[in-house]
């Protein structure tokens, strides 16, 4: 008797491919673990990013907040007054509404340009 005719491999084929997908796993997992750990940012960038964002989204929400509710001159020399403050104005006089609504006659100015989109008229 004879080793040679009964010689079975040490792993069997069944066991050699588990232990192939195994190795393939925990490469894969080597890999993305080293990725995530060299391309993280490490001194909190994103962090004080949301911060500076939520900072600027306060202030622009109290700009907005006071433009509506206190009244001002605009950059363009226009004056802006709280809703309230105008309804009222408009409630106790109301020619006011009409002469706002006439287009202004001043004999020196040209009327306004037409606007034009997407090349249209």
Partial sequence: MSDSNNSRPAISGQVASWLGVIAFVAVAIAVIAYAYLAFRSHDGVDADRRVAQKALRADLESKAKG??????????????IPVDAAVALIAAKPEILAKLRQPSTNGGEAPPAPVFTNGNK
Avoid: I
Wanted: proline letters at 0%; zero cysteines; hydrophobic letters at 15%.
């Fill in 67 to 80: 433009k509506l509710t206190d009244s001002g001159r605009n950059a363009d020399g226009t004056y802006h």
